[in-house]
């Protein structure tokens, strides 16, 4: 099925400071999602190159530890400088690997700096609390430390935005990282390891480890890991805490979402349309903020339908590296495969097909193509409400009003995002106090936080305790040590 030719490079593995090939010689091949290439292979590494990589993160940390904050800090200004200056490559490499349109990787790009400037103010974060007078001639105060040897799992949808979630803050603040990217999108994790060597970080500090189920069980299992930071689809979230904890490891677990958005008769339809357009069929629906339902008031959907299709069908469809193309492909064959699998369920279960994306034609004959796909009269017994599909596929729920529409979303055992369209401040305090999501927006389609809040789902989005980024990222990525003194 592969158009793979004999330039097509294995990519090496980045421990210690150097480009060294894994030990397993499986590999496994990396397509570009808009034509169907192979553009790389990524090697498919075992235990023990895991275990290289931790060992050699473990002796960088003894070191690193005890490089003074702001000097960690300064490594990363300068590594944000970098990212600036390599912005349009850094994007064109997203769109390459993952489909996404330009435009959408550059807004990637620009999530990822931003949490490395936020993780350059470490020695701000990490700063302790003291007391001096806890009782007659007695304090009391707390310091904080890093906690060694920090793993990342990465998905595909994300390539840069995603890491930066885990590795800046995790340096910041004074640990060593060792990074398993996504197998589909393998290529950026490597820029971003050539980028914080030109940025000076010492060697060893940052490793990466390509693969799959070996490398992220390799680091589950390894005694020198103290800590898991794991971005990705609900079963694996679920496994990666289960085992990581059992290991007695601190995990944040960032897992799959179903986000629902809720349209109200006294919304702007203009703009509740628009948003609710670019956050389910924005990258392909492959983002763990999309619309993927949304709930609308009964006496206004027909007119918030017929506006939604009538920009739905405007939207160019092709390879995000042209101009205008707003949808690009979905990840693979296979996930293509599954997403029309979906569209067939929706249509035995009874939903109502409005716009049908599998006849949507492309310029490109071999990419991975859906179109845009809306469902009508959807209901929470529906296979299309219940999954994650992961795609541009949006099922619409009719409801009475904000009771019906808030009791319907949380029936879903996912609570990522949930996002109201509506004029009226009563209704918006009824949905933030009683919906079940971690990240809410009003009259916006993706209420995903920026680097200084953290990112939070509830109920089956996410396991753990800590966040992702925000205090929570300081939090997780530190440990406390309380002194009490009495000067005599
Ligand atoms: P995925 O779960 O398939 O893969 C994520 C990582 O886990 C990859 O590095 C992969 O190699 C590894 N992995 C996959 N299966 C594994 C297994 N059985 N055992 C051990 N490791 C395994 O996810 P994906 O398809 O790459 O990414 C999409 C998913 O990520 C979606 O569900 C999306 O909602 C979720 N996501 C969530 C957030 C969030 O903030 N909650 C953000 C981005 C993506």
């Known amino acids: ?129 003291q007391l001096p007078s806890i009782a007659k001639g007695l304090e009391s105060g707390v310091q904080r430390y890093p906690i060694g040897v920090i793993g990342g799992i990465t998905p595909f949808n994300f390539p840069m935005m995603v890491p930066c979630w885990m590795f800046p803050m995790a340096i910041a603040t004074g640990n060593s990282f060792v990074m398993k990217p996504s197998e589909r999108t393998p290529l950026l994790a490597n820029r971003l390891a050539e980028l914080l060597e030109e940025a000076g970080l010492p060697k060893g500090v940052f490793n990466i480890v390509h693969g799959a189920h070996d490398v992220v069980n390799g680091l589950l299992d390894h005694k020198k890991v103290a800590a898991i930071s794991f971005v990705g689809s609900q079963p694996v979230a679920e496994y990666v805490y289960k085992r990581g904890t059992e290991n007695l490891k601190r995990v944040q677990a960032l897992a799959g979402a179903k986000n629902h958005s809720i349209v109200l008769n006294d919304a702007n339809m203009d703009n509740a349309s628009t948003q609710i357009l670019n956050a389910a069929f924005g990258s392909a629906g492959e983002r763990c903020m999309a619309a993927s339902v949304v709930a609308v008031e009964e006496s206004v959907a027909d007119e918030f339908i017929e506006q939604l299709k009538k920009k739905t069908d405007e939207i160019k469809i092709g390879n995000g590296l042209e101009d205008d193309v707003f949808l690009g492909p979905v990840i693979r064959e296979q996930h293509k495969e599954r997403t029309i699998g979906y569209i067939e369920k929706g249509e035995q279960e009874g939903a109502k097909l409005i716009r049908d994306g599998r006849q949507d ?128």
Request: some cysteine; hydrophobic content about 40%; proline content about 4%.
């Open 1 to 129: 099925m592969s158009n793979v030719t004999s330039e097509v490079k294995t990519l090496k593995n980045y421990i210690g400071g150097e480009w060294v090939e894994a030990k397993s010689d499986q590999t496994e091949e990396v397509y570009n999602p808009a034509t169907g290439e192979v553009i790389a292979r990524v090697p498919i590494s075992s235990k023990e190159d895991v275990d290289y990589a931790v060992n050699v993160a473990k002796v960088a940390f003894e070191d690193w530890k005890e490089v003074p904050v702001p000097k960690r800090a300064r490594i990363l200004f300068k590594y944000q400088q970098l990212l600036v200056e390599h912005w349009d490559e850094l994007a064109e490499l997203i769109t390459l690997e993952n489909g996404k349109n330009l435009k959408e990787a550059k807004g990637e790009v620009q999530r990822g700096i931003e949490n490395v400037e936020f993780a350059t103010g470490a020695p701000t974060l990490m700063m302790g609390d």
């Open 361 to 488: 034609n492309t310029s490109q004959e071999n990419g991975y193509f859906v179109g845009p796909t809306i469902f009508d009269n959807v209901t929470t017994e529906m296979k299309i409400w219940q999954d994650e599909i992961f795609a541009p596929v949006l099922s619409i729920v009719r409801v009475k009003n904000l009771d019906e529409a808030v009791e319907v979303t949380n029936e879903s055992p996912f609570a990522n995002g949930a996002c109201i369209f509506t004029r009226d401040g009563g209704s918006v305090r009824q949905f933030r106090e009683t919906i079940d999501a971690g990240m809410l927006g009003v009259n916006i389609g993706v209420p995903a936080p920026m680097a200084f809040f953290p990112f939070s789902g509830w109920k089956n989005s996410f396991y753990g305790d800590l966040h992702a980024n925000g205090k929570d990222g300081v939090e997780f990525f530190t440990r406390k040590k309380v002194m009490t003194t009495r000067w005599v």
